[in-house]
């Protein structure tokens, strides 16, 4: 009896001072950049298991939520989403993308140079003015408690960088200022941050359009992974692309989206 009551006592102690199972938090992925993070992927194209989102699965775009998802034209994320409910089952995943097309580093930049955008004339970068404060600005938007915070970055950038030499040749230094920055302004020091390399041809003939800088710009993006901790880049060769040259297709889309995907699980913290 005094046994059995011993006992009880322990048991009662455990339930008061070790907390009940958590639910686990959602794993927020934040995705950022230029036109083929935007994506030109068409949902009319997929396959059908793929236009249907698993339950946990919610996209924010520009801070606010997209129902249904997907819709239109897509990006990585609907490859990232299938692939990540796949491995975290049961788990929340929160996607939040906020991308400009024909954007440069320069217009993303923490230390945006209104007068250097003007004389470039890069017409989107003109056009997007400051993005950085833009992302932060949808960001708290979409989470106005200011505790929430990005499990990783994953970024697709870099082939307007690419088209003039003078910023290609800067690339190293953008990449490197917005990752410290973002890492700081989100209270997220360690987050993993990927880069997808860019691979647009030198002479992209059908749209008349040249990349003088494309190894420049993909040197600096593997510079940057391994000058800076938890900075990974992935390799965009062999994805499907548009007539353009430059944008993948549906198909390239879904397999950058895998990608990304499983290059994350390798560098997300083993939790």
Known sequence: ????????????????HVPALAVEKPLVLLLAGQSNMVGQGQV??????????????????NGRPVTP????????????????????????????????GGTSQLAWSPQYDAERVKRIQFSHDVNAGALY???LAAWNLAFPDGTTKP?????????????????????????????????????????????????????AASIRHVFPAVDEVVRAQRAAASELPHVFTLSTNGLGKKPDEVHYDTQGQLELGQ?????????????
């Open 151 to 203: 499990d990783a970055i994953l970024w697709m950038q870099g082939e307007s960088d690419a088209i003039l030499d003078e910023v290609g040749k800067e690339y190293r230094t953008h990449i490197e200022q917005l990752i410290l920055a973002l890492r700081r302004d989100l209270q997220a020091p360690e987050v993993p941050f990927l880069i997808g390399e860019i691979n647009p041809p030198k002479v």
């Open 44 to 61: 009319a194209e997929l396959p059908e298991e793929m236009k249907v989102m698993p339950e946990k699965v919610s996209l924010l775009v």
């Open 133 to 135: 404060p833009k992302l």
């Open 69 to 100: 998802f997907p819709q239109g034209n897509f990006g990585p994320e609907v490859g990232i989403a299938k692939a990540m409910a796949k491995h975290f089952p049961g788990r929340a995943i929160v996607l939040f993308k906020f991308a400009v």
């Open 1 to 16: 009896m005094k046994k059995t009551h011993i006992l009880s006592v322990v048991v009662s102690c455990l339930i008061i």
């Open 259 to 271: 990608r990304f995907a499983l290059r994350l699980i390798e560098a997300l913290p083993q939790r």
